[in-house]
């Protein structure tokens, strides 16, 4: 059942998008991949450069491995666009210490 009709105004002002898809492997395990996009209406300016309107702020990947018993074999990461440009493309694994070293710098703007 839809939300009624709001009753005051609004502007949009955010779009959080998440979609996740599970699939049965061959081997007997799942993976399940997910994938995030954050936008704006309007030009955004971010450390890594200009956005333009409801061009992607965020847009993440994510796959994660289990078993049947829901143990965490792998997973897996990939950031299409992120505010800091030095995450952007970067692919992480589960024992990746190299993409950890990466969001390290992104958070203290230090550049790659």
Do not use: Y
């Amino acid at each position: 059942m839809p939300l009624p009709a709001p009753q005051i105004s609004r502007t949009p002002r955010h779009t959080r998008s998440i979609v996740a898809q599970a699939f049965e492997r061959g081997d007997g395990l799942w993976d399940i991949d997910a994938h995030i996009t954050d936008t704006k209406p309007r030009i955004v300016e971010l450390a890594s450069g200009q956005r333009a309107p409801n061009e992607p702020i965020h847009d993440l990947w994510l796959r994660i491995t289990i078993d049947t018993q829901l143990n965490i074999i792998n997973a897996e990461a990939v950031s299409d666009a992120a505010e800091c440009s030095s995450a952007t493309g970067a692919v992480a694994t589960s024992s990746d210490a190299e993409s950890s070293a990466v969001a390290r710098r992104c958070r203290r703007g230090t550049k790659l």
